[in-house]
């Protein structure tokens, strides 16, 4: 039986696609929705604008992680591939999709994507990254949210 290596979850939140949007590609408010528990914190200022660009994360462990933004259309996609500062990603990447579902609705669809990974290290736990862990990551995006519309 073959692996599967793409995890995907989704949902829809009662808010504007905008406005959901806003927090995913603020990486300083992703610890605050983090289903998997594994983000400390990211400086503030660093609002994703473009493929091409690197924001940093620290995680819970204290390792800091250099994100590279390698698909992005503001409003409706972001993905990032993380790597060690001052190393290529590893072979893992996380999607986010937002497209409007009404006026102050949208569905979100977060993907896990380790099809490249190839370190038998970090296999153990991209195999824990469940689609429950997405969703935990999609009902703590809409709490925040749906607070904030």
Known sequence: MTETRIVRASREI????????????DPAAQPSWDGNDNLAESAPGHRVRAAGE????????????????????????IAWQPAEPGKDPIGHLWRWEVAPAGADRSTVTHTYDWTDLHDEKREVRARATTA??????????????????
Do not use: Q
């Open 14 to 25: 009662a808010a504007p696609a905008a406005e959901v949007f806003e927090l995913i590609a």
């Open 54 to 77: 690197v924001f940093s994360t620290t995680l819970t462990v204290g390792a800091v992680r250099e994100n590279h933004v390698v698909e992005f259309e503001e409003g409706r996609l």
């Open 132 to 149: 429950e862990k997405l969703t935990a990551s999609l009902d703590r995006l809409a709490t925040l949210a749906e607070k904030r519309a």
